[in-house]
């Protein structure tokens, strides 16, 4: 039974059965959506293609859902200080078009944007912008892009954008929406609910803690001697 458009959290499920004789039961049962975990480690060439070996480990990748059944995925990766992000297959429209994030580092899903909560977004140009919210239902650009990188590539009908966040922006669980704007006004997002400017509709996201090349992950003692 698929379920689609769900924030995480937990759900009740009624389910309906009919024979040919018109008689019906129904049962509930309880589901619960977990959040999407990013995996960690591997690498990450920051080239605007979606191949590498660390998004090859991210089995829950997001979806955009486009009408005329068109899809763009996310995959995501947490890399040694860095969280990356790369679409693929978004659909190629005139004019200008762009894609971008919006995340709540501490998941705390207020209803507007907090100085706290950030977006970055990169054109298909390659042109990244960046800003954080401003408490009222809006958000205020920096006047340079800061902590993310970006690079866009585009071929046939589609293009791809790779972005490059630093990890210390984020806690181990936090909420984001991702966000594919095109023709003027027109926009797709994930979670498909959502309002770019109200984190209480991002979906939550966990960041596990990364495993760096010792072996050891960060802020594990337990293993030094005094």
Same mark, same amino acid.
């Given at each position: 039974?698929?379920?689609?458009?769900?924030?995480?959290?937990? &759900?009740? @499920?009624? $389910?309906?059965?009919?024979?040919?004789?018109?008689?019906?039961?129904e049962t509930t049962l309880p589901v619960t959506i977990k959040p999407k975990a990013v995996p960690t480690g591997g690498e990450v060439a920051l080239d605007?293609?979606?191949?590498?070996? !660390? &998004?090859?480990?991210?089995?829950?990748?997001? @979806?955009?859902? &486009? +009408?005329?059944? /068109? =899809?763009?995925e996310a995959a995501m990766a947490r890399v040694e200080d860095y969280v990356y992000v790369c679409l693929s297959g978004l659909p190629l429209h005139q004019?200008? #078009?762009?894609?971008?994030?919006?995340?709540?580092?501490? !998941?705390?899903?207020?209803?507007?944007?907090?100085?706290?909560?950030?977006?970055?977004?990169?054109? %298909?140009d390659g042109v990244i912008d960046s800003g954080v919210g401003d408490g009222g239902g809006g958000d205020v650009p920096d006047t340079e892009a800061r902590?993310?990188?970006? @690079?866009?590539?585009?071929?046939?009908?589609?293009?791809?954008?790779? $972005?490059?966040?630093?990890?210390?922006?984020?806690? +181990? /669980? @936090?909420? =984001?929406?991702? %966000?594919?704007?095109?023709?003027?006004? +027109? !926009?797709?997002?994930?979670?498909?609910? =959502?309002? +770019? &400017?109200?984190? #209480?509709?991002?979906?939550?996201?966990?960041?596990?803690?990364?495993?760096?090349?010792?072996?050891? #992950?960060?802020?594990?003692?337990? !293993?030094?001697?005094?």
């Open positions: 039974l698929p379920l689609r458009g769900f924030l995480p959290g937990d &759900y009740q @499920v009624r $389910l309906t059965a009919k024979d040919s004789d018109g008689i019906t039961a605007g293609r979606c191949f590498d070996p !660390a &998004y090859a480990a991210d089995g829950g990748r997001l @979806v955009l859902r &486009y +009408e005329g059944g /068109l =899809l763009a004019g200008k #078009e762009a894609v971008e994030l919006r995340i709540d580092p501490d !998941a705390s899903g207020d209803d507007f944007m907090q100085p706290s909560d950030h977006f970055f977004r990169i054109d %298909r902590d993310v990188l970006g @690079v866009v590539t585009e071929g046939g009908t589609s293009w791809q954008a790779e $972005l490059r966040v630093r990890e210390s922006l984020l806690g +181990e /669980l @936090v909420r =984001l929406g991702v %966000r594919h704007r095109f023709n003027g006004d +027109e !926009a797709v997002g994930w979670p498909e609910a =959502l309002d +770019e &400017y109200s984190p #209480e509709t991002w979906g939550l996201v966990s960041m596990p803690t990364p495993i760096f090349s010792d072996g050891f #992950e960060s802020g594990d003692t337990s !293993a030094w001697g005094p």
